[in-house]
């Protein structure tokens, strides 16, 4: 990726982070999060950039955890996140953006491909084309 590219990565990514930080996320905020945390384990998994798999590991924990509380059958509530999630989150996506300064653009596609199979065989949903 060129350094724009990853810029315009990144700025997508904080914009979601800020929305989460101050409890004003929405579904498609939480769902960017979470899309980076797959794709990181995606992208561990390919061998490309190895020794983060625990990072993403334990960061999909905690947003399960955040999405549990927020994910209403009656909508959305907000909320905020405690520091350590917060951090732990920062420190997540921080590392996703070394990951990516690291990845041709065809492993990048690759590792989406795998995100894509793993969440769609888990009967999970896969929402929008947007790969940041």
Known sequence: FTKGELATMRTKLESHFDALRTGCATRID???ISTVCKLGQAIESQGVVRGL???FDNTEQ???SLMGRADHPDGWCQLVPSSEQLVQIREMLDL???QLS???YGEYQSAWGLMIGRVRSS???VIGKNHA
């Open 30 to 32: 939480f769902a960017g």
């Open 123 to 125: 009967g999970g949903v």
């Open 102 to 104: 690291k990845l041709s």
């Open 62 to 64: 905690t947003l399960l």
């Open 53 to 55: 798999r625990e990072i």
């Open 96 to 98: 996703h953006m070394f």
